[in-house]
Nanobody
Framework: QVQLAESGGGSVQAGGSLRLSCAAS????????MGWFRQAPGKEREGVAS???????RYADSVKGRFTISKDNAKNTLYLQMNSLKPEDTAMYYC??????????????????WGQGTQVTVSS
């Protein structure tokens, strides 16, 4: 059974940094696509960053140059380093996993495994 558990959220002032972690278990972690999403009150969930099997990364325009997604396959852990945080980054952050479309693929199905989320609050 796939399980994802986020940690590392908290409250910081604008300009500060946080590092989120997502511990994964129950599947072949290294082969899956992994992503970070966020949802602010009253807004739709949005993708923040993603990383595939070979560590190709993609970012939302709003976080490019400030956030870095990475993973440690040996620890089955996904990270999101967030620097230069802004009040508009305030949201619940979720990690998600998606299975590869075929063995060895870097393209994946839709994200269908989700963690419970960790709150990030940035004050001005």
């Amino acid at each position: 059974q796939v399980q994802l558990a986020e940690s590392g959220g908290g409250s910081v002032q604008a300009g500060g940094s946080l590092r989120l972690s997502c511990a994964a278990s129950g599947y072949t972690y290294s082969s899956y696509c992994m992503g970070w999403f966020r949802q602010a009150p009253g807004k739709e969930r949005e993708g923040v960053a993603s990383i595939d099997r070979v560590s190709n990364t993609r970012y939302a325009d709003s976080v490019k140059g400030r956030f870095t997604i990475s993973k440690d396959n040996a620890k089955n852990t996904l990270y999101l380093q967030m620097n230069s945080l802004k009040p508009e980054d305030t949201a619940m952050y979720y990690c998600a996993a998606a299975a590869p479309r075929w063995v060895g693929a870097t393209t994946c199905y839709e994200y269908n495994y989700w963690g419970q989320g960790t709150q990030v609050t940035v004050s001005s």
